[in-house]
């Protein structure tokens, strides 16, 4: 890249070429001269945008937790339509499984991030918190219209269903069945829940 040349959008340049890294290699061998390498930019362009690379690294953080929380988010809001497994399975897999994987392996490499990520984003929000909180959000709405048992655990569900996208996703996330995996397990989840909401005495 010639000198003076502006580089459109190079947080989103480095953020993928980080995952993209974490995905292919893991996190533990990561440095700045590997990821602007990756990203085909010149070293000091990480540096020119973000303090250190601890600071970088928790800014992809956020980044991608942006992502999965707009995914998820609009999820409460689809109670009483469709079905419930395939609302959550439509919400939950949005988000592209290599971004789910990198995050992942992130996470579990690097939690002394979070920290420096729920400072911007709020606690309990960091990658796929948001998503357990979006689907309890969900299964409450739905326990309300009756197409939820009364007495259902929403927490104790939407922690098992972000349990099964992280242990697939961490697991074998660019495995191409990934995604039916997980539509499986969440179909297992809720198999006793019916489709429509039952009608009201």
């Known amino acids: 890249m010639p000198r003076g040349v502006a580089i459109p959008e190079i947080r989103q340049q480095l953020f993928a070429a980080v995952e993209r890294l974490i995905v292919r290699d893991g996190p533990s061998r990561l440095t700045g001269r590997a990821v602007t390498r990756e990203a085909g930019v010149a070293t000091g362009l990480l540096y020119a945008h973000f303090a250190n690379f601890d600071d970088f690294l928790a800014g992809y953080w956020i980044d991608r937790s942006f992502v999965v929380s707009g995914e998820v988010a609009g999820l409460p809001e689809r109670a009483g339509s469709g079905t ?22 992130l996470m579990a490499f690097r939690p002394d991030l979070v920290t420096q990520v729920e400072t911007v984003l709020g606690g309990g929000t ?9 689907v309890a959000g969900y299964l409450a709405a739905e326990r309300q219209l009756g197409r939820v048992a009364v007495g259902a655990d929403v927490e104790a569900l939407a922690l098992a269903v972000v349990g099964v996208l992280h242990h697939v996703a961490l697991m074998g996330g660019t495995d191409p069945a990934a995604p039916l995996r997980i539509q499986r397990a969440v179909a297992a989840l809720t198999g006793d829940l019916p489709a429509i909401a039952a009608p009201k005495a």
């Open 126 to 134: 960091a990658g796929l918190q948001a998503v357990e909180r979006a």
């Open 84 to 105: 419930v497994a395939g609302n959550l399975n439509q919400a939950i897999l949005a988000t592209p499984m290599e971004t789910l994987l990198a995050l992942a392996r």
